[in-house]
């Protein structure tokens, strides 16, 4: 299976099924996909994309906040022995409840607090050692803030990294709505982030939302402003291996997956 | 910023947060119980209603996926409801994953889609199966525990004129549906706990076992009621449980 070269960073996209036949015909263009879904059983083009593009396992493994199941250990240990993914991802997220009555079955941060970090430590552990591969995670916005924590994102981040030793998934749309919705830049947001253990970017856009009222994560393009903090943090993460154009819908397009990583990749100097 | 005493953990906190955010009822009483000053309680406010909008435009958008084949002769998706006004009022009362939620907002699209030009005699039903399986993608409640047999939150049988299942093959092949595709079949809708969804069709002994499974019958009753021996009907109500069909008392 083909793999992420070392020493060079491998620009790349998410597997969109619907755009299998367009993934294989872009050449060198993509270096690698990271797969938020499993294949479906009727994808006829998933054996010729792996062994075509090197995969980043990408999917919904579980919530870290609470210990995983037999049967989702279980599974992320399947998709892993079915990538051979370098890495596998998972997120900074607590979206069910314990007894999972209510789901926001969408990005929502833990409460940064001792107690969420000794969860998040203890059950990251076991699904490293469960995949047996290297585990990265991903940063998450909040939109509002309760008068609950007792640190910054960048504390609790920085500490479950030295604690772990897993590294960063670096999502910088999702950086990017934090500090626009704290007041601050991006730059300056980031400053206490340990992008010392970041291993992969994530780029895309962002748009306005009705209900927010305000920007919120979009599959489209990234912009100059994402692009040109990619290449801010890239200066700053010498152990970066990969960005990935992070989009995954019906209704993306060819002409916007190609287009992102054309940019992206020139933004990198690659083209 | 010091932590206020409480004995409450900080899981069982989030789980407060989540209950808010996904229901709008909630958000409306008070938010005194939760650390929100007034200012983040209008935030967090207008997140619960972008999470519930982009909730359901999903679920609509993989659930009524083949009608969505005729957009452009339909000039209609079923996802446009949630732009629509009346899901503003939903929006102010819903409760996120909810079985009710799901059932409304399934109502909204048929209606949506059912009020144009039909592309063919099987559009109705074709928008009942899609209802059907919106019904399943759009309900994530845990299911309570039983001490005798019952029917899966969500789980659903539909009876249709027309061969759903081959339907929906050749809609996917783009060939032309004719009327050697009228037939009678009951298709059986459900989910796991685990979000796999099934459509199966059934029949026989299956469907005599799926309709006396009542909630107020045990397995001596239901095998009673059907005529059939206790054994087949243990068998029918694990293979049913596999699916989310059925929800079996605890062993």
Redesign the interface.
Do not use: N
């Given at each position: 299976m083909p793999s992420i070269l070392e020493g060079r960073i491998s620009i790349g996209a998410f597997y969109n099924p619907h755009l299998a036949g367009e993934l294989l015909r872009a050449g060198e263009l993509i270096g690698h996909l990271a797969m938020a879904d499993p294949p479906a059983v009727d994808d006829a083009a998933f054996p010729y994309i792996r062994d075509r593009f090197p995969l980043l396992l990408h999917d919904y493994l579980g919530q870290l906040?609470?210990p995983l199941s037999p049967?989702a250990l279980d599974r992320a240990r399947q998709l892993q022995d079915l990538y051979r993914s370098p890495w596998v991802a998972e997120h900074f997220q607590?979206?069910?409840?314990?007894?999972?009555?209510?789901?926001?079955?969408?990005v929502?941060p833990?409460?940064y607090?001792e107690?969420?970090l000794q969860?998040f430590e203890a059950n990251a552990r076991v699904l490293r050692d469960t995949v047996g591969a290297p585990l990265v995670m991903e940063n998450i916005p909040g939109?509002?803030?309760?008068?609950?924590?007792?640190m910054s994102e960048a504390e609790f981040l920085r500490r479950f990294f030295d604690d772990t030793g897993c590294g960063f998934l670096l999502d910088l749309p999702h950086v990017w709505l934090a500090a626009h919705y704290s007041g601050i830049g991006a730059q300056e947001y980031l400053k206490a982030f340990p992008l010392e253990k970041v291993v992969e970017l994530h780029v895309a856009g962002v748009e306005l939302?009705r209900?927010?009222?305000g920007p919120?994560i979009a599959p489209t393009a990234p912009p100059g402003d994402i692009l040109d903090l990619a290449l801010w943090v890239a200066e700053r993460a010498p152990k970066l291996r990969a960005v990935t154009f992070d989009a995954f819908s019906?209704?993306l397009t060819e002409e916007t997956v190609l287009r992102s990583v054309v940019a992206t990749r020139r933004a990198f100097g690659l083209n | 910023?010091p932590?206020?005493e409480s004995s409450k953990?900080?899981?069982d906190?989030?789980?407060e947060?989540?209950?808010y955010?996904?229901?709008a009822r909630a958000r409306k009483k008070s938010s005194a119980e939760?650390?929100?000053?007034p200012e983040?309680?209008q935030?967090?406010e207008?997140?619960g209603?972008?999470?519930a909008?982009?909730?359901y435009r999903?679920r609509l958008?993989r659930s009524f996926?083949y009608s969505r084949m005729f957009s452009s002769a339909i000039g209609r998706t079923a996802e446009q409801v949630v732009d629509g006004e009346f899901f503003q009022d939903f929006l102010n009362e819903c409760v996120?994953?909810s079985l009710e939620a799901a059932q409304r907002v399934g109502q909204m699209a048929v209606m949506h889609m059912s009020n144009v030009l039909e592309p063919g005699v099987w559009w109705e039903e074709l928008l009942a199966y899609e209802q059907a399986f919106f019904l399943q993608a759009a309900t994530?409640?845990?299911e309570p525990r039983t001490d005798i047999p019952r029917r899966g939150r969500s789980a659903v049988s539909c009876a249709f004129r027309w061969n759903l299942p081959e339907i929906l093959t050749r809609l996917k092949s783009a060939q032309n549906i004719g009327n050697d595709l009228k037939k009678d079949v009951l298709l059986l809708f459900s989910r796991t706990?685990?979000g796999n969804i099934y459509v199966v069709e059934m029949e026989g002994s299956s469907e005599l076992i799926w309709r006396h499974t009542d909630g107020a019958r045990n397995v001596d009753q239901i095998a009673s009621a059907v005529s059939l021996p206790v054994k087949t009907v243990q068998d029918t109500l694990q293979a049913l449980s596999q699916i989310g069909a059925v929800v079996l008392p605890p062993r």
């Open positions: 906040s609470d049967h607590c979206l069910h409840t314990q007894d999972h009555e209510r789901t926001l079955d969408y929502f833990p409460l607090t107690e969420f969860r939109f509002f803030s309760l008068e609950h924590a007792q939302d209900d927010l009222e919120w019906p209704s | 910023m932590k206020p953990s900080d899981r906190l989030q789980d947060v989540i209950r955010l996904a229901d939760l650390p929100l000053s983040q309680a935030k967090a207008k997140f209603r972008f999470l909008r982009r909730y999903d958008a996926r996120m994953g994530a409640e845990a706990a685990g």
